[in-house]
């Protein structure tokens, strides 16, 4: 579009000196720089708020900068009248306050205290730094800036790289309310998963057949090779996104009734720590897996953990070992014929009973937590005596070297 110079108003020009800007970011990331693109949200009004078109993403135990910049018209009044605050969307009507500003008066709420503050890039600088990101900061932000007779208002979402998988407990398939879907995402290490993330994992090809709560209070579930217990082969009646004969995203809807009973699709980003496996002299049953695991400094790692060990730290392994929920799983990222098949994935045995004795123990180890039993260590019974006919009292086990 070309304007005449008699006919660019103040507006006009800042509008396009920021496209400027948008084609100067674009060319610096052809050339692998960090890019933050800008667009305009209105033109009219003396107060004019800009956010990042699409998503910014980050992972968990990052920094992030959600981009916020505004214009103000300030010939009546100064910067320091002007409010900056920052909420999350927690549904399509609710906000949950996270960050507010007036001149030097700055405050964090709830669990964003010491974690987020102010870019401060000079005038006009909304932009939020989120310090530490947690798998609860994923979702949409809105930026608002208000001066004394008006406001604008911009939006940003915050993504999150990480891993969906599905979970039911040990009782079986279909035994989850939406609240114990939450409550259960959250014991292993992860979140409801929202409807984007569930797609665009079964764009990554997750095959999944039964259906899960997601965090919006929908039930659906994703099939990458579509058969007829699973939705049927598509064409006519196939509901979801991408539904046909190529598979799709099922989607039973939004559930009025929260206390209706399915799985849960759980989502969980980078472990600060490490999951690893850990093989005793024995076979261990699930009782004795925490007392392996602690005598390596670390606990028995959580579905979520080795899901996440497996998807971003390639963890391979084709050995099954006991979870914290009591389940057995093993990560394999090359398929081979005798590790369960040709696809790369967590498998499950389930939930054996807890007597059983198994080959190992899958540990997660937090970040900074000493191995008191580094290379030349093992675990057992002090004064010897080791297994012997099964006589020794696991409750005793103590870290050896061996």
């Given amino acids: 579009m070309v304007c005449a110079p008699a006919a660019l108003g103040r507006g006009a020009l800042w509008a396009a000196a920021w496209g400027v800007l948008l084609l100067t970011g674009a060319a610096e990331a052809e050339h692998g720089r960090k890019k933050v693109v ?38 009546a009044h100064g910067h320091d009248s002007v409010r900056l605050k920052w909420t999350k969307v927690v549904d399509p009507l609710a906000f949950a306050d996270v960050f507010v500003a007036l001149g030097a008066q700055h405050r964090a709420f709830g669990s964003y205290r010491g974690r987020a ?57 279909y035994k989850l309310t939406f609240t114990e879907a939450q409550r259960a995402c959250a014991e292993q290490d992860g979140i409801l998963a929202s409807a984007e993330q569930l797609h665009a994992a079964w764009r990554d090809g997750l095959d999944w057949c039964n259906a899960g709560w997601l965090r919006d209070g929908s039930v659906q579930y994703p099939v990458s090779q579509p058969r007829e217990p699973c939705g049927g082969l598509g064409g006519a009646g196939s509901a979801g996104a991408g539904g046909g004969a190529s598979g ?31 093989k005793p002299l024995r076979p261990v049953p699930f009782a004795g897996a925490a007392r392996a695991c602690a005598a390596r400094g670390a606990a028995v790692a959580k579905v979520g953990q080795l899901f996440a060990a497996w998807k971003l730290q390639l963890l391979d392994r084709c050995t099954a070992g006991w979870l914290a929920d009591g389940s057995a799983r093993y990560p394999i990222v090359n398929p081979r014929a005798r590790c369960g098949g040709r696809r790369p994935g967590v498998r499950s045995l389930g939930f054996p009973d807890a007597t059983r004795r198994l080959f190992g123990v899958y540990c997660y180890r937090a970040p900074g937590a000493p191995d008191p039993a580094p290379g030349g260590w093992g675990w057992g019974w002090a004064g010897g005596g080791g297994w012997a006919g099964g006589a020794r009292d696991p409750a005793a086990w ?4 061996v």
Wanted: proline residues 5%.
């Fill in 398 to 401: 103590t870290p050896l070297r």
């Fill in 248 to 278: 799709g995203v099922r989607n039973y809807g939004y559930r009025q009734n929260a206390e209706e009973l399915y799985d849960a699709f759980c989502f969980t980003s980078n472990l600060p720590g490490r999951v690893f496996f850990l």
């Fill in 117 to 173: 503050e102010l870019q401060g890039d000079g005038p006009g600088d909304a932009s939020l730094v989120l310090r530490n990101v947690t798998l609860q900061d994923y979702g949409r932000y809105e930026c608002e800036v208000t001066n004394e007779l008006e406001d604008d208002t911009g939006m940003v979402k915050l993504d999150l790289e990480g891993v969906v998988f599905p979970y039911h407990p040990r009782g079986g398939r």
């Fill in 38 to 75: 800008h667009v305009l949200e209105g033109e009219s009004g003396s107060v004019v708020v800009q956010t990042a078109p699409g998503q910014v993403v980050s992972h968990r135990g990052g920094t992030i900068v959600l981009p916020c910049r505004y214009h103000y018209e300030a010939a």
